[in-house]
């Protein structure tokens, strides 16, 4: 069983809105702080956001800060970015990513976004 | 803007050791940095190695380890084995709940 299912990724245009999703599975996802994390085409990784267990703390990186929004719903056992104002620079796997307060420790397989017209 | 930096690529002999190290482009790391290590693989997730400079995640051999060596974090692996070609990424915390990834390593092994 893979613990962390990402989804919501595709084809989107230059300007437009995606919402991904990071679905737990065996475990309580509000155990844990949780991140965002993006690799674009043959380049290395990226950290884009975190948030706190209880959703009331979040930071962002400065290349999608006001564009991308992370939250979550514990009684979902989801986590969601919501990307506005898609670049094609936006163009990446994202990956989500459990934190136990020391860093990424578990890691979804990622959902890739591609930002083309 | 800090910067977070890896050698890009490195080479180790079948049985032979290597140490991949994680700098800033300014300052030094220490453990308040809560350096981590990644491994990942073409096509795969990452995968996590060490958390907390020196904390092997679970299932990772204790032939990876970290440490701080001088003014930076390091990922060492000793007897290396040819699965262990992979790219690696450190992760520093830079405070406000800021991390930023290294550039990563490319590890060859021959």
């Known amino acids: 069983e893979v613990p962390l299912v990402e989804s919501g990724g595709g084809l989107v245009q230059p300007g437009g809105s995606l919402r991904l999703s990071c679905v737990a599975s065996g475990f309580t996802l509000s155990s844990y702080w949780m991140h965002w994390v993006r690799q674009a085409p043959g380049k290395g990784l990226v950290w884009v956001s975190r948030?706190?267990?209880?959703?009331?703390?979040?930071a962002y990186a400065d290349s999608v800060k006001g564009r991308f929004t992370i939250s979550r719903d514990n009684t979902k056992n989801t986590l969601y970015l919501q990307m506005n104002s898609l670049r094609a620079e936006d163009t990446a796997v994202y990956y989500c990513a459990t934190d136990r307060g020391y860093g990424m420790d578990v890691w979804g397989q990622g959902t890739t976004v591609t930002v083309s017209s | 803007q800090t910067v977070v930096t890896q050698e890009p690529s490195f080479s180790v002999s079948p049985g032979g050791t290597v140490t991949l190290t994680c700098g800033l482009s300014s300052g030094s790391v220490s453990t308040n940095y809560n350096p981590s290590w990644y491994q990942q693989t073409p096509g795969q997730a990452p995968r996590t190695l060490i958390y907390?400079?020196?904390t092997r995640s679970s299932g990772v051999p204790d032939r990876f380890s970290g440490s701080i060596l001088g003014n930076k974090a390091a990922l060492t692996i000793t007897g290396a084995q040819a699965d262990d070609e992979s790219d690696y990424y450190c992760v520093l915390y830079m405070g406000s709940g800021i991390w930023v990834f290294g550039g990563g390593t490319k590890l060859t092994v021959l």
């Open positions: 907390s400079t020196n």
């Open positions: 948030i706190y267990s209880d959703g009331s703390s979040t």
